[in-house]
C-alpha cells in the first residue's frame, strides 16, 4: 500500500515563496508533482526520477520551482519561488511506477489528497 500526504500549502502574496512536501510511504517510485486550478485540468509542474538524478519542469514553472527528494525522510520537496498568481492551484503529490521519469498524467499509479497554494496579487 502507499500513501502518499501533502502538506505545506497555504496563502501568499505575490513574489513568495513555499515549499510543498510530499511524505511517502512504500518503495521507492519516480515522483512527479502535478496542480489544478479550478475549471482547468490537471497539469504536470515538476518530477524527480528514482534515484534523483533527473528532473523534469513545466516551462511554466522552470527557474522558479526545485523538486528534490530526501530519500531518509522518505519525503519529496517543491520549492517554490517567485510566486504568481497564476500559480494559485491545488497541487498534488504522485508516484510513478513506469521505468523512466514521465510528464505523463496518466502514467502515475498513486496520487495524494493535494495541498491549496493560493497566490494573491
Known amino acids: 500500500q502507499v500513501q502518499l500526504v501533502e502538506s505545506g500549502g497555504g496563502l501568499v502574496q505575490a513574489g513568495d515563496s513555499l515549499r510543498l512536501s510530499c511524505a511517502a510511504s512504500g518503495r521507492t517510485f519516480n515522483m512527479g508533482w502535478f496542480r489544478q486550478a479550478p475549471g482547468k485540468e490537471r497539469e504536470f509542474v515538476a518530477g524527480?526520477?528514482?534515484?534523483?538524478?533527473?528532473?523534469f519542469y513545466a516551462t511554466s514553472v522552470k527557474g522558479r520551482f526545485t523538486v528534490s527528494r530526501d530519500y531518509a525522510k522518505k519525503t519529496v520537496y517543491l520549492q517554490m519561488n517567485s510566486l504568481k498568481p497564476e500559480d494559485t492551484a491545488l497541487y498534488y503529490c504522485a508516484a510513478s511506477a513506469r521505468v523512466s521519469l514521465t510528464m505523463e498524467t496518466y502514467e502515475y499509479d498513486y496520487w495524494g489528497q493535494g495541498t491549496q497554494v493560493t497566490v494573491s496579487s
Open positions: 524527480i526520477n528514482r534515484n534523483g538524478g533527473t528532473t
